[in-house]
């Protein structure tokens, strides 16, 4: 029985529904640890992969889990059954795809706004030594 106390099975559900794991942890695991196994373990014909251990949250019992915080901190009386194994939801986040995007229209904006002064500058010029 007292192994129960010290580790815990936990699966991950990913969002489209498929789980990674089970997996036992020992309870003074931390949630850093439980991210790091996330990022190896995720089934390499997913999208969205996390690139690190950053972009990836943990969701349990309805609360973001803090990385600092061990599996035993973690645990809930109310959903994890002696035994059992405990569900764990996971989030990827992804830097946005429109940023990139932006930045280059910003850049060929500031490239037309340069190019329109330097012909704006010699028109001005000529029309200068013209008089």
Same mark, same amino acid.
């Given at each position: 029985?007292?192994? $129960?106390?010290?580790?815990?099975?936990?699966?991950?559900?990913?969002?489209?529904?498929?789980?990674?794991?089970?997996?036992?942890?020992?309870?003074?695991?931390?949630?850093?640890?439980?991210?790091?196994?996330?990022?190896?373990?995720?089934?390499?014909? @997913?999208?969205?992969?996390?690139?690190?251990?950053?972009?990836? @949250?943990?969701?349990?019992?309805? @609360?973001?889990?803090?990385?600092?915080? +061990?599996?035993?901190?973690?645990?809930?009386?109310?959903?994890?059954?002696?035994?059992?194994?405990?569900?764990?939801?996971?989030?990827?986040?992804?830097?946005?795809?429109?940023?990139?995007?932006?930045?280059?229209?910003?850049?060929?904006?500031?490239?037309? $706004?340069?190019?329109?002064? @330097?012909?704006?500058? $010699?028109?001005?010029?000529? +029309?200068?030594?013209?008089?």
């Amino acid at each position: 029985m007292s192994g $129960v106390q010290n580790s815990l099975e936990i699966k991950f559900r990913l969002i489209d529904g498929s789980d990674i794991g089970p997996k036992s942890f020992p309870a003074a695991a931390t949630v850093s640890t439980l991210k790091e196994s996330i990022v190896s373990q995720w089934p390499k014909d @997913k999208e969205n992969a996390p690139r690190t251990v950053k972009d990836v @949250k943990i969701i349990s019992a309805g @609360k973001i889990l803090e990385n600092n915080k +061990t599996v035993g901190e973690c645990r809930s009386v109310l959903c994890d059954v002696p035994g059992g194994i405990t569900t764990m939801h996971v989030l990827v986040s992804q830097p946005p795809q429109e940023k990139g995007r932006l930045s280059f229209k910003r850049n060929m904006i500031l490239i037309s $706004v340069i190019e329109i002064i @330097k012909i704006v500058g $010699v028109v001005a010029y000529d +029309t200068a030594v013209d008089e």
